[in-house]
């Protein structure tokens, strides 16, 4: 019989903050979280924070990387998981690094993502309707035909993505590029 430890009422209040398990048997609350980073655009930043989150065994599931409209700063958008103890190290030590200049943890607000996708699939002439009713519904572009394989590009949400390529399973892909999650809070501008 396992012994069920008593936890005072801040202990409890920390442990649901940090998403860790109250019992021993519980699993932690882990989520995925979209981190934004605007870092001075010089040589070595985005090495520096890859290498930070693999000296700590910290995942990255997907990470962009694009310049702004200031030319001296680009931003990094970062996918990971983990629980919110995890997250708020990983937020402290990415402000932390050289040329870090603003973190946010887009997660708990309101916000818009988007990811590209070139997905190729073979087709005959019997499914080439079929695969073409799929890429309308899913509002995508073909950019490239050959006699064999069609290349369609997709953007939207991760799930949308995940659904297109799904739905072209059965057809044989051939090949599928994504380009990671970009993504940007959004504000109400008051007039």
């Known amino acids: 019989m396992a012994e069920s430890l008593v936890l005072t009422p801040q202990q409890i209040k920390r442990k649901k903050a940090a998403g860790e398990p109250l019992e021993p048997d519980e699993d932690e609350l882990i989520h995925r979280h979209t981190i934004t980073v605007l870092v001075e655009n010089s040589i070595g930043s985005l090495i520096r924070v890859v290498n930070l989150f693999a000296a700590r065994g910290f995942n990255i599931d997907s990470i962009t990387v694009g310049p702004t409209d200031d030319a001296s700063t680009s931003r990094m958008h970062i996918v990971t998981t983990g629980n919110d103890r995890i997250i708020a190290q990983i937020l402290r030590q990415l402000s932390r690094l050289l040329d870090t200049i603003e973190v946010c943890d887009l997660t708990g607000s309101n916000y818009v993502e988007r990811e590209l996708c070139l997905l190729k699939v073979h087709y005959t002439p019997q ?36 659904a297109f390529i799904n739905m072209m399973r059965p057809h044989q892909i051939l090949e599928v590029a994504r380009s990671g999650r970009v993504a940007m809070q959004r504000n109400q501008i008051d007039y």
Request: charged share 25%; net charge negative; proline share 8%.
């Open 127 to 162: 499914s080439r309707a079929e695969i073409m009713d799929v890429n309308t519904v899913f509002r995508g572009k073909v950019v490239d035909i050959t006699p064999n394989a069609f290349t369609f590009e997709l953007t939207g949400p991760t799930p949308k993505i995940d």
